[in-house]
């Protein structure tokens, strides 16, 4: 199984302070993808970062890949109430391999 | 922006009958895929699909579940006899590898 797990679980912070969540995961991949999940909704693909790279930004979002220690990192700087979402990471082996993905980490921006 | 899309977005059904997700990919993507999400857990993968035949499936896709391409754009997800334990979201994906996967929004399936 390539099971990861994010954590924290949950994350309470500010509205402008930045939020770093964590997955791990227990095989070799080619690819790690962030999502993020709101309530009762879709998940909406946040970055993707392969397993030959180190660190990866979109926006105010912020990437990172250790493949030695196999976890990763998502920092969102800035933060905004719009930003209260449950993300998760799913690592592929790459092809037609599904993601898996870990329980999440469940962010509150508080206004 | 192309994104994929899902009906119903709701389906109830008693146990014991037979249910079809549907799912339309986006155009170009060569790659499908099916997850599920009982409620307050984690999102689990089901089965992919290219090619026009299953390349990888999970514990959990059984002998109950089958999926099936039967045109140029849809793609469907049968279970058999539905149970209790069906209940969840069911997500379909598809992609371009190696590129991300997209998913849509979702069918929430409840067996009562």
């Known amino acids: 199984s390539q099971q990861g797990e994010e954590d924290p679980q949950a994350l309470s912070i500010q509205e402008g302070e930045n939020a770093t969540m964590n997955c791990s995961y227990k095989?070799?991949?080619?690819?790690l993808q962030w999502y993020r999940q709101n309530s009762g909704r879709g998940l909406v693909h946040l970055i993707l970062?392969?397993?030959?790279?180190r660190e990866k930004h979109s926006g105010r979002l912020r990437v990172t890949l250790d493949t030695s220690k196999k976890s990763s990192s998502l920092l969102i700087t800035a933060s905004r109430a719009a930003d209260t979402a449950s993300y998760f990471c799913?690592?592929?082996?790459?092809?037609?391999?599904?993601?898996?993905f870990g329980k999440g980490t469940h962010l509150i921006i508080q206004p | 922006e192309p994104e994929v899309t899902q009906t119903p977005s709701h389906q109830v059904t008693q146990m014991g009958q037979e249910v079809i997700l549907r799912c339309v990919p986006i155009?170009?993507?060569?790659?499908f895929y099916w997850y599920r999400q009982i409620l307050g857990q984690k999102v689990e993968f089901l089965v992919s699909?290219?090619?026009?035949?299953?390349?990888?499936k999970s514990e959990i896709f059984d002998d109950q579940f089958s999926v099936e391409r039967p045109d140029g754009s849809n793609f469907t997800l049968k279970i058999r006899s539905t149970k209790l334990e069906d209940s969840a979201m069911y997500f379909c994906?598809?992609?371009?590898?190696?590129?991300?996967?997209?998913f849509g929004p979702g069918t929430r399936l409840t067996v009562l």
């Open positions: 095989t070799s991949i080619n690819n």
């Open positions: 799913g690592n592929s082996g790459g092809g037609a391999d599904g993601l898996t």
């Open positions: 155009s170009n993507h060569l790659y």
């Open positions: 994906a598809s992609s371009d590898p190696p590129k991300e996967q997209f």
């Open positions: 970062i392969r397993s030959n790279e």
């Open positions: 699909f290219y090619n026009n035949e299953i390349s990888e």
